[in-house]
């Protein structure tokens, strides 16, 4: 559990925000993370490649010599065994978690008809220092995700599912697999499991109070939260943080990333996670300039209780699974599914948000769907993924332009000083481009000879 809460968050999940459209670098970022923004120079040598895909081996490392391990433990307690057995859930529900996060990235984008022949990641199921494991396919990752899973659902069930809950239970399984199957576009079962989490009654979405939004994000509070990782000051704090700039005090920043104008445009005023997930500070600091009133990202600003002074430390308890996003992958598979319930989840998250109820129809509900997700989700790490299903382009939304502080013929092409000249800020890379799947490590590549000839097209 110690090494989930360090694989949550942070640059697990920044990095393909930052491929994402809708931020933008600063003058000031120093190219951290500029080979995800601008596309076209991320290749295999990475580090952030390289060290996603190691850590997530190393964990399955682990999870795969547990559950051998187990298997020939022989205990006569039926405390015990009820024990191990809850155990031996987690081990499978994070073995599916894992695979599900390394497929996303590395494996070939899911399609049913070609899953049989599509290449993923290497599938190993039991830790051999020897082994020299080539690419699985598809069809054999996503069935040991779902058999995971499933075994997860059995093992879990002597476990209390409850909000905030900091174990994994079998209603983490039913996200996981929720999620899993948006992925894929199993829409049946995506809807299914969704409908399961909200039916169930256990995880209210909050009130429509600005306080529901406060407690959520800054005191690791909410009806909500389906699991929400254990932490503590000062031993056992997170080791990934979703940061995206430096605050000095909470009027000051000097931001690395600041959120496109065309985002902040998707919130009415009346949206209540608006004033969470945003900041209008009176002073942004970029270089030698000081820019007054622009939005920086503040939904991770952190729980106070963790603060050491008045500094945002940025840590809060990892969510891993949240009912935000149960509630839109409803109303996506329930649309899909040709489901007249899409509306009713739509609605539901949106009352909760403090927003007025739609009546789109078609094409026009969709497109309320894709965009209350984008604002439900922001900077969790699921936006590249979804312009990815939904067939779009990325396509790098407007930039805060309204504060300049330089004169016009010194700005850059588009008159926005304040960001970085290094990335393109007008970027667009089709849905059909090699880049939207990850290189394989170039050191797999070099160490493993059964996948040295399976590099994903393009790299």
């Known amino acids: ?44 040598s990475d580090y952030d490649v390289k060290d996603i895909w190691h850590s997530y081996y190393v964990a399955l490392k682990n999870i795969n010599e547990f559950l051998t391990l187990a298997e020939g433990l022989e205990l006569d307690n039926a405390n015990e065994r009820a024990e191990l057995d809850s155990y031996k859930g987690d081990a499978h529900l994070l073995r599916a978690f894992y695979y599900s996060e390394l497929a996303i990235r590395y494996g070939t984008r899911y399609n049913a008809s070609t899953a049989s022949t599509d290449l993923c990641v290497p599938l190993v199921l039991v830790y051999d220092l020897a082994d020299r494991p080539s690419r699985a396919t598809n069809a054999e990752v996503y069935k040991q995700i779902a058999d995971d899973i499933q075994a997860a659902k059995e093992y879990l069930k002597v476990r209390e599912n409850k909000p905030m809950s900091n174990v994994l239970t079998e209603d983490a399984a039913y996200a996981l697999e929720a999620r899993v199957a948006l992925t ?6 995506a809807l299914s499991s969704a409908r399961r989490l909200i039916t169930s009654g256990r ?18 509070s909410s009806t909500e939260d389906i699991v929400q990782l254990y932490i503590k000051k000062t031993d056992e704090e997170p080791l990934t943080i979703n940061f995206y ?57 952190g729980n106070p209780a963790y603060n050491d002074t008045n500094v945002p430390r940025y840590i809060i308890a990892p969510k891993l699974f949240r009912m935000g996003e149960i509630y839109m992958i ?9 489901n007249a319930d899409a509306i009713d989840y739509l609605n539901d998250l949106r009352e909760s948000r403090g927003l007025d109820a739609v009546t789109a129809t078609g094409e026009a509900l969709l497109e309320e769907i894709k965009k209350e997700r984008t604002r439900e989700l922001a900077f969790e790490g699921h936006r590249l993924w979804d312009l990815r299903r ?54 797999e590549l070099t160490t493993n000879v059964n996948i040295k000839d399976q590099q994903n097209p393009g790299y």
């Open 184 to 189: 894929k576009k199993d829409w049946s079962t």
């Open 390 to 443: 939904w067939n779009e382009p990325m396509k790098r939304m407007t930039p805060q332009t309204s504060q300049n502080p330089i004169s016009e013929e010194n700005t850059n092409p588009i008159g926005t000083a304040f960001l970085s000249p290094m990335v393109a800020f007008d970027l667009e890379v089709a849905n059909d481009s090699y880049r939207w799947i990850w290189p394989i490590p170039y050191n």
């Open 245 to 301: 700039g430096y605050s000095s005090n909470l009027s000051a920043n000097i931001p690395d990333w600041f959120p496109t104008q065309g985002l902040l445009d998707l919130y009415e005023d009346s949206d209540l996670r608006k004033g969470v997930y945003f900041e209008k500070v009176p002073l942004v600091k970029v270089l030698d300039y000081e820019i007054n009133d622009l939005y920086v990202i503040s939904k991770y600003r």
């Open 330 to 338: 409803a109303a996506e598979a329930a649309y899909m599914s040709d």
């Open 1 to 44: 559990m110690a090494q989930l809460r360090g694989r949550v968050g942070g640059f697990y999940s920044t990095v393909q925000d930052y491929q994402a459209d809708y931020l933008n670098a600063s003058a000031d970022f120093g190219n951290r993370g500029g080979a995800w923004h601008s596309w076209l120079t991320l290749t295999s």
């Open 203 to 220: 995880y209210p979405l909050v009130a429509p109070e600005a306080g529901s939004f406060t407690s959520m994000w800054r005191a690791d």
